[in-house]
């Protein structure tokens, strides 16, 4: 078992607006998420928000107190949203255990206790061949103790948008926000688009409160995913794959199109917690 870090540091946008392509990928995109029996974490300037992925296979991994929290456990001072995008796994929160199925959520608040990822499948031995669980989390500093809970998709405020006239019909799963369980300052959902439709977040928009991460999976493996990012002005994009994020700083717009329908996660960490804190860009003045 191994845990990975890196740190990413903000970006002011009148730098940005020079990055190359290998430069926007650097500071911006998160190539590796889920490794075997490994813990990968990026630790964000932005708003402090760390993104991360675990791949129990044949261990049971701990989520480790990185050094840049500076804390005897990983949630001393902070909260997390956890989905499982694999097969079934367990986590486990102090003497609390937690079952997470594809798709299913957990809410963890913050407190001294360790944290832990297994695998349900048997993955090897005489009846192995099973999925390993891959759980995402994001995470973000707390300033209150909120009990942890699971939440699935029956539990979330969905928002059904868009059109497959304008390739973008989606539905909107609320999950981890304030409508459905008190939190500090993260909020999580996941966004399903129907298939036939490629766009997400369009209109496009900023919101100068919050940051915010996406993670993009139930994508086929020879497929890609163009995520829009920069200024309304300035706009930028990142190519990506299925199982990787990208972040989005406060200044940026987040939207994508990609060669067939997917899911993807999003994270916001920030000082609202007001999902329509947004400032909405007309589609013809993009540049």
Not at 7 to 13: G, L, V
Not at 63 to 89: M, Q, S, W
Not at 224 to 250: K, Y
Request: aromatic share 12%; with cysteine; hydrophobic share 35%.
């Amino acid at each position: 078992m191994k845990t990975n870090y890196a740190i990413r540091y903000a970006a002011h946008p009148e730098d940005a607006r020079r990055y190359d392509t290998a430069r926007l990928r650097r500071d911006f995109l998160i190539e590796t998420l889920f490794v075997k029996d490994e813990v990968q974490m990026v630790y964000s300037m932005y708003d402090r928000m760390v993104v991360g992925g675990a791949m129990p296979v044949d261990e049971v991994l701990p989520l480790e107190a990185i050094d840049p929290l500076k804390a005897p456990f990983f949630t001393t001072r902070r909260e997390i949203g956890i989905y499982n995008v694999g097969g079934p796994g367990i986590v486990r929160v102090g003497d609390e255990e937690f079952r997470l199925d594809f798709k299913e959520a957990l809410y963890i608040g913050s407190g001294d206790r360790e944290v832990t990822f297994a695998s349900i499948s048997p993955l090897s031995g005489e009846q192995g061949g099973g999925q390993p669980a891959k759980f995402y989390f994001n995470s973000c500093t707390a300033h209150t103790a909120y009990p942890c809970r699971k939440v699935t998709k029956q539990d979330a405020v969905v928002a059904h948008m868009g059109s497959l006239e304008t390739s973008n019909e989606r539905n909107i799963n609320k999950m981890l926000v304030n409508q459905v369980l008190p939190t500090c300052q993260l909020q999580m959902g996941m966004t399903e688009l129907a298939t036939g439709s490629v766009w997400n977040t369009m209109p496009a928009h900023t919101h100068s409160r919050r940051m915010e991460a996406y993670f993009y999976f139930d994508l086929p493996d020879d497929q890609a995913v163009c995520h829009f990012m920069g200024e309304p002005q300035e706009t930028r994009h990142i190519w990506m794959h299925g199982d990787q994020a990208v972040l989005s700083p406060e200044w940026s717009i987040h939207s994508a199109a990609a060669t067939h329908n997917y899911t993807f996660i999003w994270g916001m960490g920030g000082e609202n917690l007001d999902y329509g804190d947004q400032d909405f860009y007309d589609i013809k003045d993009l540049k």
